[in-house]
């Protein structure tokens, strides 16, 4: 019996992560990205700390649309807090941010986004 789960056609499904990128429904994408149900984004920051509210702007225009609730952060190879600031400002888009390390958020994401939840993952790449 297969217990994956399935996934709508057309759907981004987070598939690999490492050395530097990620490959996502059958593509290898170098570097961080923003990785939403329909489309896959580059990201620029390659640490938590280098994030601000602007790197997230496609997010927040998600969030202020109705199609992202929840937008998890992987943080790199170690999870690290994110920035209050930040985690307020995308509050008040609608957004609520869960953060944690890159292997788990891109776990999370294909679970969360097969379950048909309105969900995103930014996604700090990892060697």
Known sequence: MDVT??????????????EGGFRISGQRVEGSV????DKVVAWA????????AGDLQPVSAAGQA?????LLIGTGARMTQIDRGLRQTLRADGVVIEAMDTGAACR??????AEGRRVAAA???VA
């Open 5 to 18: 789960p399935l996934i709508p056609q057309g759907k981004q499904i987070i598939e690999a992560y490492g």
């Open 123 to 125: 996604l700090i790449a």
């Open 34 to 37: 923003i990785v939403f149900p």
């Open 45 to 52: 920051p390659a640490a938590a700390s280098d994030m601000s």
């Open 66 to 70: 109705g199609s992202v609730e929840l």
């Open 108 to 113: 999370t994401y294909n679970v969360l986004m």
